[in-house]
């Protein structure tokens, strides 16, 4: 199992994992844009001032240690505060295990994204846990 943090911006995320790339000396594994992001049923269409934003961007820092980061967008911009930007991240290494640990700690809690097979191919789920802790869990097992 990886723990990892995932920061969220109000449209700065370019610009803050630049400066922490070069601050690391590292460079990035992925950088994806909210306009490669396929239509998603149910949810209003793309704004075309966050096209360019960053959907997901994450810079390995050490051994598992990941930084991981994306802009908020203008449909999101409203939940966005400084102090509660960021979500901690678990990968698992089985669905099974994933879906333990999401009914474990959501308990209580407000469940943002129930656990689905996610179109970057990862069985994943968000919530906010009881305390007020953002949480995602993902896996890429896919069975």
Not at 32 to 49: N, T, V
Request: glycine share 10%; proline share 6%.
């Amino acid at each position: 199992m990886k723990v990892n943090v995932y920061l969220i911006f109000d449209g700065n995320c370019e610009s803050a994992f630049n400066f922490y790339k070069a601050a690391f000396g590292k460079e990035f594994a992925m950088i994806s844009r909210f306009k490669e992001m396929p239509p998603q049923e149910g949810q209003p269409p793309l704004a075309p001032e966050d096209a360019e934003k960053i959907m997901h961007v994450s810079l390995p820092i050490d051994g598992d240690s990941v930084l991981m980061g994306s802009d908020g967008g203008s449909n999101w911009s409203e939940y966005h505060k400084p102090g509660n930007n960021f979500n901690v991240s678990v990968s698992t290494e089985t669905r099974a295990e994933a879906d333990r640990l999401f009914a474990a700690l959501s308990e209580g809690g407000e469940i943002n994204m129930p656990m689905t097979d996610a179109f970057w191919g990862e069985y994943f789920g968000m919530f906010t846990d009881q305390f007020g802790i953002n949480w995602m869990i993902g896996c890429r097992e896919q069975n």
